[in-house]
T-cell receptor
Framework: GQSLEQPSEVTAVEGAIVQINCTYQTSGFYGLSWYQQHDGGAPTFLSYNALDGLEETGRFSSFLSRSDSYGYLLLQELQMKDSASYFCAVFNSGYSTLTFGKGTMLLVSP | NAGVTQTPKFQVLKTGQSMTLQCAQDMNHNSMYWYRQDPGMGLRLIYY???????DKGEVPNGYNVSRLNKREFSLRLESAAPSQTSVYFCASSRVYEQYFGPGTRLTVT
């Protein structure tokens, strides 16, 4: 089966940089994704990494190291609106389904 | 283009009652999913449908049934609701590695 570990909560101040880590155990690896969910809202897709390295999308970047079964989401120039839960997720075989981590709640303070 | 829609948004059931949660997507996606989200548990897959006419069990299928009515619609049925099924239910559809979520149904079983 698949399992993912990520911190339950991270706090930071506006304008700072924060990194949310995710380690995974999986029988077959097809890629690591990140989703954002604001309180009371639906999850929304942020990024996907299939290969090692850093993927950048605006203020958000995602990193993957397949040899270490590890990835992280990097958020720069934090804004209050970035306060949300962030989930890492791995694909099961052939992109059929995703297994999600339990989520990291990010609290951004002024 | 509405994306993924779900009805109802809120529902209160008594133990033993039945109900069907409806989901529809207008993005012409083949794959659709039903998740439940409980505090501190992340998103857990109940059932999924990789294409019209097929359905498969996810991580937590007990107490639920699904129907893939056509390519657009995927419904989730609770035949005899139990308090343990109190949760937020999300429907999603996917294009390769990106999943799109509906707004959710908040279900309380008393």
């Amino acid at each position: 089966g698949q399992s993912l570990e990520q911190p339950s909560e991270v706090t930071a101040v506006e304008g700072a940089i924060v990194q949310i880590n995710c380690t995974y155990q999986t029988s077959g690896f097809y890629g690591l994704s990140w989703y954002q969910q604001h309180d009371g809202g639906a999850p929304t897709f942020l990024s996907y990494n299939a290969l090692d390295g850093l993927e950048e999308t605006g203020r958000f970047s995602s990193f993957l190291s397949r040899s270490d079964s590890y990835g992280y989401l990097l958020l720069q120039e934090l804004q209050m609106k970035d306060s949300a839960s962030y989930f890492c997720a791995v694909f099961n075989s052939g992109y059929s389904t995703l297994t999600f981590g339990k989520g990291t709640m990010l609290l951004v303070s002024p | 283009n509405a994306g993924v829609t779900q009805t109802p948004k809120f529902q209160v059931l008594k133990t033993g009652q039945s109900m069907t949660l409806q989901c529809a997507q207008d993005m012409n996606h083949n794959s659709m999913y039903w998740y439940r989200q409980d505090p501190g548990m992340g998103l857990r897959l109940i059932y999924y449908s990789a294409s019209e006419g097929t359905t498969d069990k996810g991580e937590v299928p007990n107490g639920y049934n699904v129907s893939r009515l056509n390519k657009r619609e995927f419904s989730l049925r609770l035949e005899s609701a139990a308090p343990s099924q109190t949760s937020v239910y999300f429907c999603a559809s996917s294009r390769v590695y990106e999943q799109y979520f509906g707004p959710g149904t908040r279900l309380t079983v008393t």
